[in-house]
């Protein structure tokens, strides 16, 4: 359910709304928009009377929302969510493109200071990397743990880059949440819905990856429970689903876009290197995912790709960033979008200190 309150209601008004639904065991969650305020209604709202809301003063009407999610969908929020950063002209969801570019592990901080140095100048505000890796195999390399996650707080100090790195777990999220700027949920964790809750009572943004086989309502449903946990700062991620084809590691599904975004208004971005798995296809479907209206891309770069511990198949060389960077500018602009210039360098910029 949804109380839509009227164009001038005051905070007053609003905060009373809120009020009574706490009372009735309920959650109020209220979110601003421009034209007026939405306040959702989560929890089971059967032994709600609609009209007992509908009378308080500073309300315009009370409408059950059909969709199962609530707080994601444009009925909560007509206009798209913009995640904007403390310290950085970053952001997600408005005008400019939000690109999120580095290796897919934290490896040392030689290898992380170089691909940071390169990215920077290219242009990306948001680093990535893992210090906590979700593998297929228990032999494979697990990450660096919290020493990749400092490594990645050095990053921001020294760049200005804004951080996002996955949690996999209860343990890591509590120390993902301390370091990074963004937490990354993964494709394998998308409906561990008691990490997602967690992660909603964080308060930092979350990135969410689609899993390997949700569909689009499973895939808002699962940015859903963070949101009814309070935290409104949710953005999707398309990273490819598992299909017959196997031309590329993933089927990366640009439809669900403009499908995301006629349901939500939260930003969602596309990741073609998990997407795809391989090098040569990632500026193509960066280029498509531009074209399509995706409101940021995720790319994994590496300095030295053939000896990456993870990913480097599909980790593009810098140069090939830089490349990728300048093509989906002239792209941006078609879709009236923006791509940042070369974030300003610190003034003894010489990567691996
Ligand atoms: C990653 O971004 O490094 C990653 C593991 O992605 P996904 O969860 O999409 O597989
Ligand atoms: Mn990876």
Known sequence: MLVVMKAHATEEQVHAVCERIASLGLRAHAIPGVQRTAIGITGNPCAMEPGALEEMSGVQEVIQVSKPYKLVSRDAKEEDTVISFAGSDGSFGGRDLAVVAGPCSIESREQTFAVAER????????????????????????????????????????????????ALDDESLDLVADYADVIQIGARNMQNFSLLKKAGRKRKPVMLKRGMSATLEEFLMAAEYIMSEGNYEVIL?????????????????????????????LPIVVDPSHGTGKRNKVLPLSRAAVAVGADGLMVEVHHDPDHALSDGMQSLFPDQFDELM????????????????????????????
């Open 326 to 353: 300048q093509e989906i500018r002239s792209i941006a602009a078609v879709v009236h979008r923006n791509v940042q210039d070369s974030q300003p360098q610190p003034a003894i910029a010489k990567a691996g200190r």
């Open 237 to 265: 991620c398309e990273r490819g689903v598992r299909t017959f084809a196997d031309h590329t590691r993933n089927t990366l599904d640009l439809s669900i876009v403009p499908a995301v975004q006629r349901l939500s208004h």
């Open 119 to 166: 990215v920077s100048r290219a242009g990306a505000r948001f680093f990535r990397g893992g210090a906590y890796k979700p593998r297929t195999s228990p032999y494979a390399f697990q990450g660096l743990g919290e020493e990749g996650l400092k490594i990645m707080a050095a990053v921001r100090e020294r760049f200005g880059l804004m951080i996002i790195t996955e």
